[in-house]
């Protein structure tokens, strides 16, 4: 079992930034891969990024490539988003995922654990 809670949503301007954590508690974090998703009213949940065990390698949706940034702290049991340059299309609930392999994902019945999301609200 694999317990995850997502931090840092909100409010913020156009153009301004964020930083979205993901608390992970239970067993095998370390050797899993793990994603970000995110999801309008009405719309499928989406790929955002998603990075390897190790943090060696990242995957991230052509939207967010140069403005979204995974890491993560395997000594902190930490996933994060760093999240620059929003627009008004970046709003959404943003959802932590922990996947059952250890390789980057973009498929999303791939993620077996899933955190509650967190808002990012984009004011223009």
């Known amino acids: 079992q694999v317990r995850l809670v997502e931090s840092g949503g909100g409010l913020v301007q156009a153009g301004g930034s964020l930083r979205l954590s993901c608390a992970a508690s239970?067993?095998?974090?370390?050797?899993?891969?793990m994603g970000w998703f995110r999801q309008t009213p009405g719309e499928e949940r989406e790929f955002v990024a998603s990075?390897?065990?190790?943090?060696?390698?990242?995957l991230y949706a052509v939207p967010v490539r140069g403005r979204f940034s995974i890491s993560r702290d395997n000594a902190k049991n930490t996933v994060y988003l760093q999240i620059n340059s929003l627009t008004p299309e970046d709003a959404a609930v943003y959802y932590c995922?922990?996947?059952?392999?250890?390789?980057?994902?973009?498929?999303?019945?791939?993620?077996?654990?899933w955190g509650q999301g967190t808002q990012v609200i984009v004011s223009s």
């Open positions: 239970g067993r095998n974090f370390n050797d899993k891969a």
């Open positions: 990075i390897s065990w190790d943090g060696e390698r990242t």
């Open positions: 995922a922990a996947n059952t392999g250890y390789l980057p994902n973009i498929v999303t019945i791939t993620y077996d654990y």
